[in-house]
């Protein structure tokens, strides 16, 4: 039996540092496992530009073709570009090779179905590393083969550019890549240079991601675009993380706009072309999300925290868009999954139809004031959510995600970490005062 940190196996991927975790021989046998559980016969496989990615790329290939699979090599790919993939082509699953954000040590797998239905904790996950567990996989009658198919980008690049409507507006553009995969989306702007001029940072692939974490998420990733904002009088910035997954955005001013309002903006857009669509918005995210959605014709619909469960969401309901407060954003058009380039010209058609600055349009819906995510180490996470549930008990209690609670002036979430012993709490209220007279009160309840 193989020797394996289980711990690699997370809810929605699988991740580790190489080689200590993730290496050769073990992704040799989750390649074989995937086989196994989808009774797979096409399995396509982009992969991250880490310095160990090339080498799992082969261990996995191999696992697959051993296993009765064609593999179709999709080279150097963002995870949207996997996604899309998972629709265009004809297979039966797809794998991104990458560990997203992580440090360079680390690397992983992403993986989903056909038309980027994910592979998760609750839809197959665990079964596969099960089955590497046992290591007990039968012999295939033929061996797969690997086909080579980078022509998907030149699709990916057609498809999404096609999206932009920018008129005669122009637009100077300052994009932070991190050094990692959304370089990919680069083909994408440069095909506007009569509107977009594009100011870039750390567009050179480095799997030792030297500059800084490829993680919009941590404020602090964020001050060279910002500082190269203000220095070009640029009118937006973008910030993408190490997969291109996720996507932040500065405001002319240098400005981090929080990523839950982002979700309002572009839902504004989204509706225009399909009135009284449902669009789905992360129970983290400010209220005036819902507000906004619903004030430009849309259904608006409060949601778990996570990409499996969104994607299974807006499948189930009929979605045609969702945010999350962190980064991620879901869209009908690339098979429910994320396209960070479709959030960015979106932002821009915005922009361009409206005449407004990104500020402009962001104040539009800044209407209330957000603790931001607060992690806090407890020792039992039940204890003291039934704690804060005995505390708020007059609030309006909803157990959609860990406990949201809500009052009309101020709500908090609370929702425990999958992996770690953690209460992440997320607060908002209709004052900056409010706001941190809760924010004190919530913590001292649940770091007491």
Known sequence: MLEINLKIFKAYDIR??????INEDVVYKIGRAIVQYLGAKKIAVGRDIRESSLALFGALAKGITEQGADVYDIGLASTPMVYFASGKLDIDGAISLTASHNPAEWNGMKICRAEAVPIGENSGLFEIRDLVMAGNFPEAGKKGKIIPKEEIKNDYIDYFSSFANLGDKKFKVVIDFANAMGILDLDIYKKFPDNIELVTLYDNFDGKFPNHEANPLKTETLKDLQEKVRENNADLGIAYDGDADRVGFIDENGEIIPMDLITALIAKMILEKNPGAKIFYDLRSSKSVREFIEENGGVALECPV?????????????GAFAGELSGHYYFKENYMAEASILAAIMLLNLMAETGEKISELVKDVKRYFHSGEINSEVADKDEVINKLKEKYSDGKISELDGVKIEFPDWWLNVRPSNTEPVLRL??????????KEKVNEALKIIRE
């Open 426 to 435: 997320n607060l908002e209220a209709n004052t900056e005062e409010l706001m």
């Open 306 to 318: 996570g990409h499996a469960n969104i994607k299974k969401i807006m499948r189930d309901e009929g």
């Open 16 to 21: 580790g540092i190489y080689p200590a975790d």
